[in-house]
């Protein structure tokens, strides 16, 4: 199951395009649990789910690291 869910994480931005309404509604119901409001070219959330924001964290420094490291 791990397996699957990392799989799933590495391959989100292709899940989304590739998806359908109902996929792309659970998976940005999964990023962000508190609703996400759209209104035309703007978007607003009360909260992002923690398990996605340390995500990003970790890979915002990968890739400071990596312009460092160049």
Do not use: W
């Not at 799989?7 to 792309?24: C, H, M, P, T, W």
């Not at 070219?41 to 400071?64: C, M, P, S």
């Amino acid at each position: 199951m791990l397996k699957d869910v990392c799989k799933a994480f590495s391959n989100l931005d292709r899940l989304y395009i590739e998806g359908d309404v109902r996929q792309k509604q659970e998976i940005l119901g999964s990023i962000f649990p508190k609703k996400l409001v759209i209104e035309k070219t703007d978007y607003r959330t009360l909260e992002v789910n923690e398990a996605v924001r340390l995500i990003y964290l970790i890979n915002k420094g990968l890739k400071a690291k990596k312009k460092r490291d160049k």
